[in-house]
């Protein structure tokens, strides 16, 4: 599976943005797909993940009210739509995607196989 996120950009506090996880190579059915994002010096960071079934979904607390991730099957594409963003979510943000991931491990970015180029997203005050 080949991963492509965009969508990021410079918006001011409580402003939204909605990420792209654009998949190719395999449909993205069956297949557990995450939101992680990272700041330099800090370790990655869990934001959101949807499980294999697409029946569950996991977030942070960090983000839980104000982040939806989304999934069109039929565009092969996974949606993270950020709202009333902080400055505290100024990061890189990264998509991934595991067909044999556990649910029990969705918040570990060591357990996920397959990762997008990641995309800037900053928030100003």
């Known amino acids: 599976v080949q991963l492509q996120a965009f969508g990021g950009g410079v918006v001011q506090t409580g402003e939204s943005l909605r990420l792209s996880c654009a998949a190719s190579g395999r449909t993205l059915r069956g297949v557990a797909v995450g939101w992680f994002r990272q700041v330099p010096g800090k370790e990655r960071e869990f934001v959101a993940a949807?499980?294999?079934?697409?029946?569950?979904?996991l977030y942070s607390d960090s983000v839980k009210g104000r982040f939806t991730l989304s999934r069109d099957n039929a565009k092969n594409t996974v949606y993270l739509q950020m709202n009333s963003l902080k400055p505290e979510d100024t990061a890189v943000y990264y998509c991934a995607a595991d067909s044999s991931i556990i649910s029990s491990s969705l918040r570990n970015d060591f357990a996920w196989y397959y990762w997008g180029q990641g995309t800037q997203v900053t928030v100003s005050s």
């Open positions: 949807s499980t294999r079934t697409g029946g569950g979904t």
